[in-house]
């Protein structure tokens, strides 16, 4: 579970002068800008699944309508949606009526998705969210070079359409360098049969010794159309230790070395 790490306790005196307010001002910064702790075998992304916060109900946000997303920094229009919103209408240039849809909650996905997911936005242009997740607590394990990382989330798009998301992650060391890279990227619409909906990604390797924090990029490219159908949903980032070998593997292996010793004396001997 991602822990909060909060600041210091003020005072017994400041906490009778100001108790409300000073919680008050502690949950925005919390919400704003929040701090986390890593443990292993959990999911790291903070708001992965896009239920913290409110849903757009229509399709249409752009700007200031645009709901807050917990836990993560957007550019351009990028969003969060509900499924089965209701969708919009507009004229286009040939002043022909033309009825926009978003995901219903029938389409393809996972099974536990929840009310929303997150989404491309209601402009023609591509757009992200990202959040910096802190691993310095599991620098022990990752410098021993025994740290692994499972990457996955479930990424999609609407029918035709070649809007797609990807879902990018970058190991930084003390100094904020790259140490590597790591990514999933939605099906394109003939892969998934120009079937509106989200599918399984999954990406998995060993965290790179050094590795402090990790950068997290969900981008939403857009490609046509009047709005930037990059879905994601139920994104996850866990880090796993390698197990240490059992002491039955280690008898194992010190039998193996073993024998392989006295064959190799019995071969000398015969020589």
Avoid: H
Avoid at 41 to 61: F, K, M, R, S
Avoid at 110 to 131: E, V
Avoid at 192 to 216: C, E, H, K, W, Y
Avoid at 227 to 252: C, K, M, W
């Amino acid at each position: 579970m991602n822990k909060v790490i909060i600041f210091p306790f003020f005072s017994q005196a400041m906490a009778k002068i100001g108790t409300t307010l000073i919680a008050g001002v502690t949950f925005s910064l919390l919400l704003s800008n929040p701090i986390y702790a890593a443990t292993f075998g959990t999911n790291l992304i903070v708001n992965g699944d896009a239920e913290l916060g409110q849903g757009d109900p229509i399709g249409n946000a752009v700007g200031t309508d645009i709901p807050t997303i917990p836990g993560w920094t957007s550019t351009g229009s990028f969003s969060v949606l509900k499924y089965g919103a209701t969708g919009f209408s507009f004229t286009n240039p040939l002043g022909n009526v033309v009825n926009v849809t978003v995901p219903g909650t029938d389409v393809p996905g996972p099974s536990n998705r929840g009310a929303n997911l997150f989404f491309g936005g209601a402009d023609r242009a591509s757009s992200s969210a990202s959040q910096l997740i802190d691993i310095s607590d599991l620098a022990s394990t990752i410098d021993a070079g025994e740290g692994t990382f499972n990457l996955n989330g479930w990424l999609g798009g609407y029918s035709t359409d070649e809007d797609s998301a990807s879902l990018n992650i970058t190991f930084l060391d003390r100094a904020n360098q790259s140490l590597g890279i790591a990514s999933i990227t939605s099906p394109t619409a003939a892969q998934r049969n120009n079937t509106t909906g989200l599918f399984l990604q999954s990406a998995d390797g060993s965290v790179p010794v050094g590795t402090r924090q990790i950068n997290l990029l969900l981008n939403a490219n857009y490609a046509r159309g009047r709005v930037n159908d990059a879905y994601a949903d139920n994104l996850s980032l866990v880090i796993t230790q390698v197990p240490e070998p059992s002491i039955s593997g280690l008898l194992l292996i010190g039998l193996s070395c073993l024998t392989a010793w006295k064959l190799r004396r019995y071969r000398q001997v015969l020589q």
